[in-house]
């Protein structure tokens, strides 16, 4: 069965640095795109990034020059490097396996990890 166990949610004060985590298991990682949403308290989810199985990344205009998506496909890991936090960007994350392996955008995932809180306060 697949899964994906996301890591590294903490409380972090504006300006700070976080590195996400994504172990995943039950399907062959490299073939696969992988996405990050979030999901603020009372929101809806929102797309945050996404990387292709060849390394291509996009990210959502309100976190570019600040987040970075990358993969280790020898680990099977998908990370999220959280840098110049905001107090808006609290929310949980959550990977997720792409349907394909060249999807960057959007919403449109198979599976999806139970998330980890990122809070952006001081």
């Known amino acids: 069965a697949v899964q994906l166990v996301e890591f590294g949610g903490a409380l972090v004060q504006p300006g700070g640095s976080l590195r996400l985590s994504c172990q995943t298991s039950?399907?062959?990682?490299?073939?696969?795109?992988m996405t990050w949403i979030r999901q603020a308290p009372g929101e809806r989810p929102e797309w945050v990034s996404g990387?292709?199985?060849?390394?291509?990344?996009q990210y959502t205009d309100s976190v570019k020059g600040r987040f970075t998506v990358s993969r280790d496909n020898a680990k099977s890991t998908l990370y999220l490097q959280l840098d110049s936090l905001k107090t808006e960007d609290t929310a949980v994350y959550f990977c997720?396996?792409?349907?394909?392996?060249?999807?960057?955008?959007?919403?449109?995932?198979?599976?999806r990890g139970q998330g980890t809180l990122v809070i952006v306060s001081s």
């Open positions: 990387i292709s199985s060849t390394g291509d990344t």
């Open positions: 997720a396996k792409r349907r394909t392996s060249w999807e960057l955008v959007g919403l449109t995932y198979t599976d």
């Open positions: 039950g399907f062959d990682f490299k073939d696969y795109g």
